[in-house]
């Protein structure tokens, strides 16, 4: 494949879909500016229709969105004088920085910086499907309500006129179907999942204002 066919692959993705995804280029962060590459770099993988690496990167951003709002918590949101980063920062990443998914998504609603039904929906939801579903490659509850046998039909191209056999097979525990399925998955959410995180992340940057001004 040379280089004109990607060109041309790309520019036919980027013209279809760069009107709905533009917006996601035009904004200002107050407290979390360290997420604007990120952004950038998801929004990209969006405009060219690569789903699976734009669901993998929203996981990382909500993780480390919820990482830093705890952390934010505790250091404050104003200016820091560069002697006393070391200090204010390390008790509150050691604290933090490795909490996993679920632990902090209960420390920011105990602290009031999600909601409940955003800690429902992250817990319950986000958790499941998309962090384990694609950043620990477990595919079983996104295709947990695929029927346990489907029927297929094998055939042969060297012999056309043969008699079509009919096979059962299980999508689920099939690694061909199972990448079928959540490439399906992947192209059907990635964009809502993206929108969803990125206005948690002025939620949550308008909380801890409110917060802490």
């Not at 996993?100 to 429902?120: G, T």
């Amino acid at each position: 494949m040379n280089k004109e066919v990607f060109e041309k692959g790309f520019k036919e993705k980027m013209d279809k879909n760069f009107l709905e995804l533009s917006k996601y280029y035009d904004f200002n962060l107050e407290v979390f500016c360290e997420f604007n590459t990120l952004i950038f770099e998801i929004n990209n993988c969006l405009l060219i229709e690569l789903n699976r690496a734009a669901i993998t990167l929203t996981n990382h951003l909500l993780e480390r969105l919820l990482k830093l709002a705890l952390i934010n918590n505790e250091t404050g949101i104003g200016p820091i004088e560069f002697e006393n980063w070391n200090k204010a920062f390390e008790e509150p990443n050691k604290k933090h920085g490795t909490s996993v998914l679920a632990d902090s998504i209960n420390k920011c609603r105990k602290i009031e910086l999600i909601s409940e039904e955003e800690k429902n929906f992250l817990f319950d939801t986000i958790r499941v499907l998309m962090r384990n579903g694609f950043s620990h490659a477990d595919s079983s509850k996104i295709l947990a309500d695929l029927p346990d046998d489907s029927k297929m039909f094998q055939g042969s191209f060297s012999n056309p006129n043969d008699r079509l056999k009919e096979v059962n097979v299980n999508q689920k525990i099939i690694p061909t179907f199972q990448a079928i399925q959540m490439e399906n998955f992947a192209k059907d959410n990635a964009k809502s999942y993206f929108d969803f995180v990125f206005h948690l992340i002025f939620r949550i940057e308008k909380r801890l204002i409110a917060k802490l001004k």
